[in-house]
Structures are given as C-alpha cells and as structure tokens.
C-alpha cells in the first residue's frame, strides 16, 4: 500500500530495554521526521532527514538514536528506554519541494 | 516562551456553528502555514496549506494567514459532529539551503468538540 506507515502501532517495554520503532514510506520522499506527542506539549521534533545518510537532530534528541541507509526507512532507537518516554511517536515524510507533511498512525510506546 | 502559541481549548461548539481556531508565533523566518487535523488514535493529517497572507478558502474551511501580526487562524463554517478533533497549527522555513529545510512548528493542538 502506497503511504507512510509505522510498526509497531502499540509497545510496551521495561526501563532500560533498547526499542526500535520502525517508519516506512512508499513516496520516495526526502524528507522523514520523528515526532513524539504529549499532552500539554503537543508535537515536538526529535530528529529529521534530509536524505539517505543525512540527519540532524531536532528539539528533544536525548535518548534516541535514528539511521537512514535507504530513503524509504527512517527507524528511531531509545538506547535506554525511561519512563519519561512513554509517549506516541509518529513518523512523517515530505518531499523536497512541497513543506507540508504527511504522517503515519503513530506507535503508542509505554515504559514501565 | 515557545516559537508558535495555540490555545488548547477544550472548545466546545453546537452543530451549525461557526469555530475560529487561531495560532500566534514570534519567528519571522515563518512563511508556510499548515492546518492538521488529528482524530483520536489516529496521526495528523493535512487540511490547510498556504504561504502568502490573506485568505484560502477550501469548501466549509477558510485559512487566514496575517504575517505582520504573526496570527494565523482557521475557520469552519456550519460545523459538523465529524469535525470533532484536535486542530493543529504547523509552520516552517523557507529554504535557505541546508539540511534543515521542511521541519515544522507546531502548536499545542485545540481540542474541538461539535454537539449534534
């Protein structure tokens, strides 16, 4: 199916457990970030591509690791995963010439 | 103080009313301007793009986009239960080069809720 999709869509993990949450899209877009969403912060950037081997880190990068070796994946690695993560992460891609967006259906991740 | 502002509600409206949701921001560099809509359990998706001041219109919606106050708003017209979400405002850069190209802001998300 054509689209931008995550796995998995629910986790849960013990502190300290390395978790891998996996974003693919079919577009061939550029661009590919990692959001998480909480409430009372609303959307906030952790890391983002470019391309293929090009990422930067965004807002809130402390505890994460990300990896881009073919333009269609975009996987986001907690390191050490800690209760102040438990969140929903979603995945997004754009293309190099548009700014708008699009997004997947979000993991939800528990940390206990 | 953050980059963009939006009031989280909750807001709540009866059916055939008219909703303004609206966002400020302090970064001038801002010139693209994006609504997203998130049902509950489900990812953001786009519903207004523009990058000029003024107005855009699409079917019940209207983006008003003010760059020398910084405010950009949303309006739905005769709203609808199915309009019940999280309405989100999103901005970003320019290109200038680099990698950094793309990244959006977003607001806090107005929570909307539209009484049959």
């Known amino acids: 199916d054509a689209g931008i999709t995550q796995s998995p869509r629910y986790k849960i993990t013990e502190t300290g457990r390395q978790v891998t949450l996996m974003c693919h899209q079919t577009?061939?877009?550029?661009?590919m970030f990692w959001y998480r969403q909480d409430l009372g912060h609303g959307l906030r950037l952790i890391y983002y591509?470019?391309?293929?081997?090009?990422?930067d880190k965004g807002e809130v990068p402390d505890g994460y690791v990300v990896s881009r070796s073919k333009t269609e994946n975009f996987p986001l690695t907690l390191e050490s995963a800690t209760r102040s993560q438990t969140s929903v992460y979603f995945c997004a891609s754009s293309s190099r010439t548009a700014t708008e967006a699009f997004f997947g259906q979000g993991t939800r991740l528990t940390v206990v | 103080q953050k980059e963009v502002e939006q009031d989280p509600g909750p807001l709540s409206v009866p059916e055939g009313a008219i909703v303004s949701l609206n966002c400020t921001y302090s970064?001038?560099?801002?010139?693209?301007f994006m609504w997203y809509r998130q049902y509950s359990r489900k990812g953001p998706e786009l519903l207004m793009y523009?990058?000029?001041?003024g107005n855009k219109e699409d079917g019940r919606f209207t983006a008003q986009v003010d760059k020398s106050s910084k405010y950009i708003s949303l309006f739905i017209r005769d709203s609808q239960p199915s309009d019940s979400a999280t309405y989100l405002c999103?901005?970003?850069?320019?290109?200038?080069?680099?990698?950094?190209?793309?990244?959006?802001?977003f607001g806090q998300g107005t929570i909307l809720t539209v009484h049959p």
């Open positions: 591509s470019a391309a293929a081997d090009i990422t």
């Open positions: 523009t990058y000029s001041s």
């Open positions: 970064n001038s560099a801002f010139q693209y």
């Open positions: 999103a901005m970003s850069q320019a290109y200038a080069g680099g990698t950094s190209y793309g990244k959006l802001t």
């Open positions: 577009w061939s877009h550029s661009y």
